[in-house]
């Protein structure tokens, strides 16, 4: 499973990358995993300011759809439409490719309470 030790990560299995005062968020490996096939992604918070913790989007797999929770508080500045043509993505790359949004965090202090690789590595059993 790959969990790579340069992103932050949630307990609601969300991944994030810090680059300036921007936020990239996905869902992690795991989660790709435990949903199987995505076949859709739905993010309709575009230019909207959310708090952490709010659902900002919906992951529609085979057999389920789960709500995608937002890491930290901010402004939706961009989705990635490359997975509006090919959300299989979420699947193959979650964390290149696979990226959902991107995020103009407002309180850079809500960064510290996510999890490291090794946090989050410990959370799922691994």
Do not use: C, R
Not at 23 to 30: E, L, M, P, Q
Not at 53 to 69: C, M, N, R
Request: hydrophobic share 40%; charged share 30%.
């Amino acid at each position: 499973m790959n969990i790579p030790s340069e992103l932050k990560y949630t307990k609601d299995h969300e991944w994030v990358k810090v680059e300036g005062d921007l936020a990239i968020v996905g869902i992690t490996d795991f989660a790709q995993g435990e949903l199987g096939d995505i076949v859709y992604v739905e993010v309709d918070t575009l230019d909207e300011s959310l708090d952490a913790d709010e659902v900002f989007g919906t992951v529609e797999a085979v057999k389920t759809v789960s709500d995608l929770i937002l890491p930290v508080s901010g402004e939706i500045v961009e989705f990635n439409e490359g997975l509006e043509d090919e959300p299989e993505n979420v699947n193959t790359d979650p964390y290149g490719k696979g990226w959902m949004i991107k995020l103009k965090f407002s309180d850079a202090s809500q960064l510290d309470d996510l999890l490291s690789a090794e946090a989050y590595k410990a959370h799922i059993g691994g």
